[in-house]
């Protein structure tokens, strides 16, 4: 289902939203604005995880690391060069956004990360999807907002794209 026609009260929103929300240029920037702009004036509760936040800032730092040093093994370069870690603005800005936005920030706990680990076998996801799929059945979220189409193999789930 298209995000432009989603009018549930509530949806579960994936890191790649916020990325294209937050990307100077995308395709999707518009769309995935517009829906964090609904959740902001609350016309529609949103939800996301803590792991969608590390996912969040994890994604930007790596692109500006790509960015500002060019073709670089990124992770061993943040492991000898720290400081590009606190220098990195952006993440921390997109943090910010986050933090002071509507979304509601669902906690990550022993019960969310035991059902993760039956949803990633069941519907083979990596973990951190599984996460996200355990947060929504503990906590009654039938709609996702998300660009990957692994959210397809979860029958609970109605999965709505940019």
Known sequence: MS???????EIFVDTNIFIYALAKKH????TSEALLSKINSGEIIGFTSSTAINEIFHTILIGAVKQKYGDVEVIRFIKEHPEVISEC???YSALEDVFDSS??????TFEVLLLAKTMSKKHNLLFSDAIHVAS???YGIKHIATNDSDFERVDFLKQWKP
């Open 3 to 9: 995000l432009e026609d989603f009018t549930e009260p």
């Open 27 to 30: 395709r999707y920037k518009h």
């Open 89 to 91: 603005e952006v993440a």
């Open 103 to 108: 979304i509601v920030i669902l906690p990550l």
């Open 136 to 138: 929504c059945e503990i």
